[in-house]
């Protein structure tokens, strides 16, 4: 039985796609929202501070800044720094096009590290080979959910007096030789998106050590005034005065309630997230053709993703192939990312294009990110994995050939 690839017009493992991510919302987060509702305050309430501090608490971080959106996050964390024209601004290039965005929107250059061929990690030695006298910042992407080398990278920054920046979209939960995530740059972003480790619908958060930076970024989220409306209404004053140039990046209490909840949750989260990756580790190492990526020793991943290579040498099709048939199967494969230097602004605004950072690229071509998240029952789970032996036995060339072929 499902012999045949769906794609080839076999009966497909399921009927109905498994996406590759989703949230997971129970009683107790509807409620906490059905209580805001009913209350005086929608937003810029009191739900704002608790939902700040307790996400602050959990991390072990001295300040959390909540605002709209992980992009808004970065963006915050760009203005906090002072980036600005003429500066230049290092990026992982294999990550979400936010990363980067967040450096135009501030006027500077973003300036594209290549990754490490096995983690797809930011490579803090090409980082050292990126840097210039215009160099500002660095930002670290804590790719699939592992943590990026922060020793290695803070060597680098300390030298040269550089701010690092963790763009932690994908590691809330993950650690680094014993430390949260959270407390391992000089300021941490996260994102609240329903993919990610938990939701607030949409939602960022920048946690920091730095007293001054949080300041800049409470007043950047709101026009770039410097009290809010509910300070206002405590004094019984209508005055404000708007010191500089912000945005409307605030977090309302609505979501700011979810949050709560579902903060409380976040380490049965990501223990989920950890039991069904240790299952795909398992099968991968048995499996021909697909190679997980490598965690290095220290780290605890959060498993945001679960990406794996596929490796070309013992497959007779491409990743473009396997990504339609398992999408034929009803697994809902995604790919992360397209190096961000070859979306077509970065090539038009920046004249780049294929060759910058080598590594990216390959690992562009050969990785697919399996379904992962905290909702997956182990019947899922099992899918998945049939599904994947289904189209990478479908498509495996014999190995015998294939060893002789290589020895040629
Ligand atoms: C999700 C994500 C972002 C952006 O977050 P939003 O909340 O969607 O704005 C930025 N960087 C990375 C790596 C992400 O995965």
Redesign the pocket.
Known sequence: MNSALAIDGGAPVRKILLPYGRQTIDEHDIQSVVEVLRSDWLTTGPKVREFEQAFARALGAGEAVAVS??????HAAMHALGVGPGDEVIVSAL??A??ANCVVYQGATPVFADVDSRTLLIDPKDVKAKFTPRTRAVIA?DYAGQPCDYDALREITGRHDLALVA?A??SLGASYQGRPVGTLADLN?F???P??AMTTG???MITTESFDSAYRMRCFRNHGVTSDHCQREQRGSWLYDMVELGHNYRLSDIQCALGLSQLSKVSEFVARRRAIARRYDEICSRLIGVEPLDVRSGVESAY?LYVVRLEQDFLSTDRGRVFAALRAEGIGVNVHYLPVYLHRFYRERFGTGPGLCPRAEAAYDAILSLPIFPAMSDQDVEDVIQALCKVVNHYAIDTRSAAVAGAR
Do not use: W
């Open positions: 959106s992980g992009t808004a996050a970065l990550t979400f936010a990363s992407v763009d979209c994908h972003v994102s609240l998106h993919v990610k949409e939602g960022g945001h």
